[in-house]
Structures are given as C-alpha cells and as structure tokens.
C-alpha cells in the first residue's frame, strides 16, 4: 500500500506542484484546502488528488480534517506544512489582527497539523514533515515582519521536532523558496518583478516544479540521513550559513 501525504494549502501555487510531484512519485495524496470549494473539486475532479477542507490556524479543524484523512485514506506518513497569507504592512501602521492571522496561519499551523499526526508516525517508526518556509524568514523584509517572524519561526520549530523525532524515524526538515514564479508574484507590477529578478544570480525566478522537486526528496527515503536542516532554494538570492 502506498503511503500517505498531507499537503497543507495543497491545490494551488507552489502548493498544487507538491501534490501533484507526490502523486507522481505514487503517494496517495490528501490537498487539504482553506474555503474555495469550487476550486478544489475542479483540482480534484482533474487530478484525482483527494481534496479535505479545514482552517490550518485552528487546532480543531486541523483535528478534524486528520481524522477525516484517516478514516478514508488511512494514518499519514508525510506532512507537508505549506500553507501561508501575507498581511503585508510597516510595523507603525500594522493592527492586532494583521500580526494574529499571519502567525495563526504560517507557524500556528505548523502545530496545529504535526500535533495531529505525530502520534501515528511514532506508532509507525517512521515520518516525513517537511516545512515550507521562505528566505524572508532567513533574511527578514520591509513590510514583512509578520510574516518574516512566523516563517523564522517555523525553522526553529524544524530544529526542535527533528531532535525529537530521530530516534523514532521521524525526519523534519524545512524548505526556504524564494521567489517563485506563481499567480501572486505574476499579480506584481513588472517593475517590481524585474526588479526581484536583477537580485537573482541565476537571473529568474524559480518555478514551483523545482520547490516540489525538493519536497520529493524530502518525502523519500533517499533524505532518511537529513533531519533538522534547513534547505535554501532561492536561485542564490541569499546565501545562508
């Protein structure tokens, strides 16, 4: 039997391509989504990625949408933690809830979901969770300190949980993108997104595919030696240490 993937935030943008690569590689895939019903039995119906819906910021629902995944599809052997807002804003002008949903969402999560299925990867000897951060929470960015703090959190958490669930086959490892050429960043100006790419020294932006390409990896059991690392995957735009 094949084993079981949860992607979070799974039926769009960099998302869908982990879905869609984990299919690929014949893992029964489980996309869960935040609210667009619409489009995510359209990813469904194309795909045929089974899709769940929940609210990654609330630990209930992240409980209820594992549940759901197990009585259908079985316990999950992969994690990956991807799903993130931005609530973009300068700190003197940002309100309460800006700071709330950004954290609540993109590092929140990350507990709310692992909570819901460590136990089972525990009982099994054996997990996957892999947490997609972002260079921005390596190298901080204006009008991003919301969302650079959430996502540097998210390294941190990577570094605790693998300590934790070593000796039990559990690797935990985070992914850093950059820019990725997705919906959202097609959205920007295209001054802004030459402007992005003049800071790149490969001279584009990745594509989603090449984050999924890592993931991949991640999920497989040719990473089974890397636990607690953090990958940099931005063209060479920040060069970590």
């Not at 809830?97 to 979901?113: E, I, P, R, Y």
């Not at 594509?207 to 497989?220: G, N, R, W, Y």
């Amino acid at each position: 039997m094949s084993k079981i993937a949860i992607v979070t935030g799974g039926t769009r943008g960099i998302g869908a391509s982990i879905s869609l690569a984990l299919k690929a590689e014949g893992y029964q895939v489980a996309a869960i989504y935040a609210s667009n019903d619409k489009a995510a039995k359209a990813f469904k119906d194309e795909h045929n990625v089974e899709t769940f819906r929940a609210d990654v910021s609330s630990y209930k629902s992240c409980a209820s949408a594992i549940d759901r995944i197990k009585d259908k599809m079985g316990a999950a052997s992969i994690l990956v933690n991807n799903a993130g807002i931005t609530r973009d804003s300068f700190m003197h002008k940002m309100d309460e809830d800006m700071w709330q949903d950004v954290m609540k969402t993109n590092l929140d999560s990350c507990f709310n979901m692992s909570r819901a299925v460590i136990q089972d990867m525990r009982d099994a000897n054996y997990g996957r969770i892999i947490n997609v951060s972002s260079i921005n929470g390596q190298k901080g960015q204006i009008g991003q300190t919301n969302y650079s703090a959430a996502k540097a959190g998210m390294i941190g958490f990577t570094k605790a949980l693998a300590l934790e669930g070593a000796r039990k086959g559990i690797t935990v490892n985070a992914i850093c993108p950059g820019y990725i050429k997705t919906e959202m960043t097609e959205a920007m100006p295209s001054e802004v997104l030459q402007s992005i790419i003049s800071q790149i020294p490969v001279g584009r932006m990745g594509k989603p595919e090449e984050i999924a390409d890592m993931v991949s990896f991640l999920a497989s059991d040719k990473s089974a030696f890397c636990t607690g690392a953090v990958f940099s995957v931005n063209g060479g735009q920040y060069l970590a240490g």
